[in-house]
């Protein structure tokens, strides 16, 4: 048994935060359905790296998904969805605002054929307002989240993520929301509802109380590289042998290991050191001392000191490292699955463990329509010779 044993979902977004939310719930168990355009299909299909041809952030993001190829455009394909979304409990969507009511399958067409069916509606910057309209990515709820204007060092440029941070925020807050709105329907004998979410207010909450301070301060947090407005030394140090740590001390007592740990007790009597912010006052400092200790030896060296002592590193990892890290290993976050093209690989696992219903792998991203005939005509009533003319005629994969 897997926790969403039972629950249908159709994942009708491209790219990064929807699917990723329906990844999730497909690894929990869900029967995720996979909607493509049959000619162009998800965009997520040429992202990134590929081996011999095939895309392998695919084979992460479109797991546990049957994959078919339909043109909601068409009216074929929009009668199709209907009789889908007839079937399913969540309808996960990134279109522009306005694109689904377009085509005949906005929230009222889908809630008389399913009025128990959550919607849950992913787009840059939410289905109202004097931005709704735009093109909506990652890249820019970044900007306007305020997370690249505090990213960064202090003399240099705002800085971007090299990897889809704010899509994924997304995601996983999007996959929390539907299962809310799932909860409501079945304790309460409710319907379903909408769901509205933007790419650009889960990362705006990640960043911090940044609004609330300048309301009641008027501060506006600035670039600190790798430092920190809230503890110190709080930084990355560079090791003898050229490997790099991070050091944390949020917490007062773990400050304190740290300075007796570089020989400096001194500077834990000072007044200023008491505090999180006092000790921020005098970065500087605390960087130099951690970092000249730090700098005197080897990664292994500093890692089993601090250990010891109970003080709070890592050292950075490459992508290298994560794969041959025995704890990672060990617990099994990243796990080798087999794929029908590449054999065994290995991809992040599930997201969280569950004692008795845990999430797993049941398989890795499909192909271009590779369900399509099994979900149209076994699962939807429509004939071989149906589902061939609306493939002739491009409508479907």
Not at 68 to 75: F, H, Q, T
Request: hydrophobic share 40%; aromatic share 6%; with cysteine.
């Amino acid at each position: 048994m897997t926790p969403l044993d039972g629950l249908r979902v159709i994942d009708a977004s491209t790219i990064l935060a929807g699917p990723l939310c329906c990844q999730i719930l497909g690894d929990f168990g869900a029967d995720v359905i996979k909607i493509e355009h049959p000619v162009s299909g998800d965009s997520m299909r040429g992202h990134g790296w590929q081996k011999e041809g095939t895309p392998l952030w695919w084979k992460e993001i479109s797991r546990n998904k049957r994959t078919i190829g339909l043109d909601l455009s068409a009216a074929e394909g929009a009668e199709a969805f209907l009789r889908l979304a007839a079937t399913a409990d969540v309808v996960v969507e990134n279109f522009r605002p306005g694109t689904l009511e377009k085509w005949g399958l906005g929230p009222d067409r889908l809630r008389q054929a399913n009025a128990g069916l959550v919607l849950v509606r992913l787009t840059g910057f939410g289905q109202s307002g004097p931005y709704a309209r735009r093109p909506g990515f990652g890249t820019l709820a970044e900007a306007m989240s305020g997370f690249a204007h505090v990213t960064g060092a202090a003399e240099g440029p705002p800085t971007l993520p090299a990897f889809g941070l704010a899509d994924s925020i997304c995601g996983i807050a999007a996959s929390s929301a539907a299962m809310m709105a799932l909860w409501h329907r079945d304790a309460h004998g409710d319907e379903g509802q909408v769901i509205d979410i933007s790419i650009l207010e889960p990362i705006m909450t990640a960043v911090g109380p940044g609004p609330t301070v300048y309301d009641q301060l008027g501060v506006i947090e600035e670039r600190h590289g790798n430092r920190s407005t809230n503890n110190a030394p709080r930084n990355t140090y560079r090791t003898s042998d050229g490997s790099w740590v991070a050091v944390s001390t949020s917490a007062q007592r773990i400050a304190e290991r740290v300075l007796r740990l570089v020989g400096h007790p001194e500077v834990i009597d000072e007044p200023w050191f008491a505090s999180g912010r006092g000790r921020v006052l005098h970065a500087d400092l605390l960087d130099r001392l951690v970092g000249d200790w730090i700098g005197a030896r080897t990664r292994a060296e500093v890692l089993s000191a601090f250990e010891e002592v109970g003080a709070a590193i890592a050292p950075i990892y490459s992508a290298r490292d994560i794969v041959e890290d025995p704890h990672i290993r060990e617990t099994n976050m990243i796990t080798e699955v087999d794929d029908p093209d590449l054999g065994p690989m290995l991809m992040h696992n599930v997201m969280w463990r569950m004692s008795a219903t845990p999430g797993q792998i049941r398989f890795t991203g499909r192909g271009p329509g590779a369900d399509t005939d099994s979900v149209l005509i076994d699962e939807l009533g429509y004939r071989a010779e149906q589902v061939a003319d609306l493939r002739e005629r491009g409508v479907v994969r």
